[in-house]
């Protein structure tokens, strides 16, 4: 999906119930940097597809999954919300 800009690009993305994974791609590290801090997402990929490392913890928020701590060590994390940011650069 193209967006005109960073904020509407934010907008659509937080305004679905669901926040497993999102991706951006941009050549602009400081909006990747905005929109990695500010999704609501349990999952960010910066210029990235949205595959995940079988290391790290994998859930999302809102009605996506049961949260990160559903698989890995972060289980431990259960009243956490935590944000995995996957970056190329």
Same mark, same amino acid.
Not at 45 to 50: L, P, Q, S, V
């Given at each position: &999906? @193209?967006?005109?800009?960073?904020?509407?690009?934010?907008?659509?993305?937080? @305004?679905?119930? *669901? +926040?497993?994974?999102?991706?951006? =791609? %941009?050549?602009?590290? #400081?909006?990747?940097?905005?929109?990695?801090?500010?999704?609501? @997402? /349990? &999952?960010? !990929?910066?210029? !990235? +597809? %949205?595959?995940?490392?079988? !290391? &790290?913890? =994998? /859930? +999302?928020?809102?009605? #996506? /999954?049961? +949260?990160? $701590?559903?698989? /890995?060590?972060?289980?431990?994390? =259960? *009243? %956490?919300? &935590?944000?995995?940011?996957? =970056?190329? $650069?």
């Amino acid at each position: &999906m @193209s967006v005109e800009s960073e904020q509407q690009a934010l907008e659509i993305a937080n @305004s679905v119930e *669901y +926040g497993l994974a999102a991706a951006i =791609f %941009t050549e602009n590290l #400081s909006s990747a940097y905005r929109f990695a801090d500010q999704v609501e @997402s /349990g &999952m960010v !990929h910066i210029n !990235h +597809g %949205t595959a995940s490392a079988a !290391h &790290m913890p =994998f /859930g +999302g928020v809102k009605q #996506s /999954g049961f +949260g990160a $701590y559903s698989i /890995g060590s972060s289980n431990k994390e =259960f *009243y %956490t919300e &935590m944000k995995v940011v996957y =970056f190329q $650069y």
